[in-house]
């Protein structure tokens, strides 16, 4: 409990001061690619978007996700403990928290390039000595085998997914998915402070992992090489930025190897998460031409791979690549950007099936895009890619956050009703989730905005993602100062002022995006626009037009330029009515509303009530459309659209005035219904809400017991807990601390999505009621019960105030559920509400 106080003394932490930021420990981020990226650290945010943003990700979202991750750092400490032979209480066993406390520490990190901050500094190096502690003396880092806590948790998939010793079990045991993360928040401090103790941990995993999988190490697997690639891919493209920040070319070799193995050296050959198309071993890597398994391990290998080809030189990736990136931007991605449409594996589904109400898109797959589109740019210069990476920003992956940087999105649905649990059991953001990879991804991610603004070769200078800014960038003849002011993206007016040294000869080239110079929204053959609003780009220099030529999506400006000469660049922004191709099912007879590269929802708190009701039987003229800023509130800034609609009402049809607002703000005011595919006519309108166990649906519920203060009615009661100690509804009490169980019984058997159940905790004398000590699902299968196999990332926790959720890790169908439950010894358990999710996606 000391060092539980110890951990949270650091909790307030006072962003104050501004540091010049050490060059000599900084390299080129992406070097080895046709174009440098101007570092993050040497860029200096100036605008109303992404600068406000740092403020909150500096004074609450980091020091928030460190102190929801203390798990964590608890766990390594007892590791270190117990390797020290010290009498420590051992860790829970967990597979992967480790790597959401690492991504946390990479974007704090990140803010320390930019701002001293004594407090953050300190905190940081005290839990990388606890991560010290934890590293074997070969370099091996896992807290479940290091401590022997791993063979205490035995699931159908090996020792809880992390295999009965070290590395025998790497396609679920995340073991190199976490030293992956870890080596890139070591890389991220290295270079913010200059010290270098977290980095030797890295090298020395790193050096350690090459013997052990690819020389041969007595002390694991029988002293032959493992020779696997991971299951979660990750470790892949952090190996590239240890080769950059230390020049040791086996770091590159490593990276090379784990991709050129996969899909050779170990083939699965299982259903679901077991399926070799899982994650991505279902062929050699520079043999795959489609985006297909898991969506977040599809774009990080996609990363590495073009990492590892532009660093090497080599073309043996780029068929693949471009074929995929086709793929998915032609047949699988969601008009937000978001990736992976399909629940059960968190992943790519058939081509065409992108649901709204039912799709996944998890953040993390969404963050992963941004990272595998820049990269693809940076290899072609092509800005069709820069256009893929906004898209996925500023839509899926800022609406992984809400705007106070304290609540988020795993799952980014397209459209809610405002009652249907979507987000893991929530009907809104979540504080935290058990598997929180989400959230610490967000972390790492908004602080590596301002990196992709701006890129050159040669004399060839690229501006690229908009927003006021300043920077100072070297080209092959000289420097040039560049400041950007401009509203992006709410103002499509960029305004840039050039100060080189001397007179100077360049190409300034500016990125038109997509949605500015065709008649598509975004790149790719899935969504184009139905209206003729759009405008047309124009560049001025010192005030007079120019003609500049348009290739690869950048209009190009030669000259010799000099102090002060200034740039404008209009780029119209007018409201857009986007349609999709008729093979996506989900979104025939539907209307998506955009403006410039924002995505827009309705949303029930401006339209008074459920927003299904709505429809556009005709596309309004400009003149009937307006937009109004906000001028405060949490919403301070943002452009508001109001076009006229149909509404739906009990007397007939009625008009009303929509209001829609970015798709990335919605949820920040209430929980309530949204919708961005709004129906063009009556009659397709859909207000029926989708099937659950909820409301009556069980055919009937049982109990092994049931206490005089407690009642069944609460596992199927409609209404939803606000906290686990509510008592507004009566909650299912078990009569004593022994072994209970509760039968649920559907009306027809259904394939089960997933189960929630939400713990009453009130340990006053009356009730007497903690979280269990454990408990499991079962299935009914014929006239016998089944474990039910839990999906590969979930366990069966017992989280208090939300619902614990877990998924089946293969299509089940089933018609009976029983939940097992053992009480803690004394107490009794507690349920609020049981929530069961089927699957009825359209296939096609």
């Not at 401006?606 to 949490?634: C, K, T, Y």
């Not at 509404?647 to 009303?656: A, D, I, R, S, T």
């Not at 905790?761 to 016998?784: C, H, L, M």
């Amino acid at each position: 409990m000391n060092f539980y106080k110890q951990i949270f003394a650091f909790t307030i932490l006072a962003f104050s001061f501004r540091c010049a930021f050490d060059k000599k420990t900084e390299q080129s981020v992406e070097s080895g690619y046709g174009l440098t990226p101007v570092p993050f650290n040497e860029v200096t945010l100036e605008d109303k978007f992404w600068k406000p943003r740092l403020k909150t990700q500096m004074e609450t979202l980091v020091p928030f996700a460190l102190d929801k991750t203390i798990p964590a750092q608890i766990a390594l400490k007892q590791a270190g403990d117990f390797l020290a032979g010290l009498e420590t209480e051992l860790p829970r066993p967990h597979r992967y928290q480790s790597s959401d406390l690492y991504k946390v520490m990479e974007g704090a990190a990140y803010l320390l390039h930019d701002q001293e901050n004594p407090a953050l500094e300190q905190r940081m190096d005290s839990i990388i000595d606890i991560i010290a502690s934890a590293q074997n003396k070969d370099g091996y880092l896992y807290v479940p085998h290091l401590t022997g806590v791993a063979q205490q948790h035995k699931t159908p998939y090996g020792r809880g997914g992390m295999g009965e010793r070290p590395y025998s079990y790497v396609l679920h045991s995340h073991e190199l998915y976490n030293i992956g993360h870890m080596y890139e928040g070591a890389v991220a401090y290295y270079r913010a402070t200059g010290k270098d103790k977290w980095l030797k941990v890295a090298e020395k995993n790193a050096q350690h992992l090459n013997k052990v999988f690819f020389e041969g190490d007595p002390n694991y697997n029988d002293g032959k090489p493992v020779n696997q690639a991971p299951g979660h891919q990750e470790l892949e493209l952090a190996l590239i930025k240890l080769y950059r920040v230390t020049d040791n070319k086996l770091y590159l070799q490593m990276a090379k190897k784990f991709l050129d193995i996969r899909g050779i050296t170990l083939v699965p050959d299982g259903e679901g998460t077991m399926s070799a198309s899982y994650a991505q071993q279902h062929r050699p890597v520079a043999e795959q031409r489609q985006a297909i398994g898991h969506a977040v391990r599809a774009t990080y290998l996609y990363s590495g791979m073009a990492d590892v080809g532009a660093l090497t030189r080599i073309n043996d990736y780029d068929e693949a690549l471009e074929s995929i990136w086709h793929n998915i931007v032609d047949k699988k991605i969601s008009i937000t950007g978001g990736l992976g449409a399909v629940h059960g594996i968190e992943g790519f589904g058939p081509e065409y099936v992108l649901p709204n109400k039912e799709v996944y898109n998890e953040t993390c797959a969404a963050v992963g895009n941004v990272f595998f589109n820049f990269r693809m740019f940076l290899m072609t210069k092509d800005a069709r890619y820069m256009d893929m990476a906004e898209v996925s920003l500023l839509n899926n992956s800022l609406a992984g956050v809400n705007i106070e940087g304290n609540k988020f999105f795993y799952v980014n649905p397209l459209e809610a009703d405002g009652s249907t649990p979507f987000n893991h059991g929530r009907v809104g953001r979540s504080p935290w989730f058990g598997t929180a990879c989400c959230p610490s991804n967000i972390a790492r991610l908004i602080p590596q905005v301002s990196g992709m603004m701006y890129s050159y070769s040669g004399d060839d200078l690229y501006t690229t993602f908009y927003g006021s800014s300043n920077t100072t960038i070297s080209l092959a003849s000289g420097k040039i100062a560049i400041r950007q002011e401009s509203d992006y993206p709410f103002d499509g007016v960029v305004k840039l002022t050039l100060s080189p040294e001397s007179d100077l000869a360049f190409s300034l080239k500016l990125r038109i995006p997509t949605w500015a110079r065709t008649n598509q929204f975004m790149p790719g053959k899935l969504y184009d626009y139905i209206d003729k609003n759009g405008g047309k780009w124009t560049v001025a220099v010192n005030g007079e037009k120019v003609d500049a030529t348009v290739k690869n999506g950048f209009a190009t400006v030669n000259r010799t330029w000099s102090v002060g000469d200034v740039v404008e660049l209009h780029i119209p922004m007018p409201i857009r009515f986007n349609t999709t191709i008729q093979q996506v099912v989900s979104n025939r007879g539907r209307v998506a509303v955009t403006r410039g590269p924002l995505v827009y929802a309705a949303e029930g708190i401006d339209n008074n009530g459920v927003v299904q009701r709505f429809f556009l039987n005709e596309i309004p003229g400009s003149n009937h459309i307006s937009e109004e800023v906000i001028a405060d509130g949490l919403l301070q800034n943002v452009v508001k659209v109001k076009l006229p609609a149909k509404e739906l009402k009990n007397e007939g049809v009625g008009k009303h005035e929509l209001q829609l607002i970015p798709y990335y703000a919605w949820n920040n005011r209430e929980e309530g219904s949204m919708i961005i595919w709004l129906a063009d006519s009556e009659e397709n309108i859909q207000l029926a809400d989708r099937k659950t166990a909820r409301g009556g649906k069980y055919k009937s519920v049982s109990a092994s017991s049931t206490g005089n203060l407690g009642s069944l009615m609460a596992i199927s009661d409609p209404r939803r807990p606000g906290s686990s100690v509510d008592q507004s509804i009566q909650p299912w009490i078990s009569e004593n601390d022994g072994s209970q169980w509760i039968v649920v019984e559907l009306k027809e058997a259904q394939q089960i999505r997933s189960i929630g159940l939400y713990w009453f905790t009130a340990p006053k004398r009356k009730f007497n009621t903690k979280v269990p000590a454990s408990w499991e699902i079962q299935y009914k299968d014929g006239n016998s019960w089944k474990n039910m196999p839990l999906y590969v990332t979930d366990d069966y926790s017992l989280d208090t105030d939300e619902y614990n959720v877990v998924h089946p890790a293969l299509e089940l169908t089933t018609r009976e559920i029983r939940i097992l439950i053992n009480p803690q010894k004394g107490s009794k358990a507690g349920i609020l509400d049981v929530d069961i999710e089927f699957e009825d996606m359209p296939t096609s």
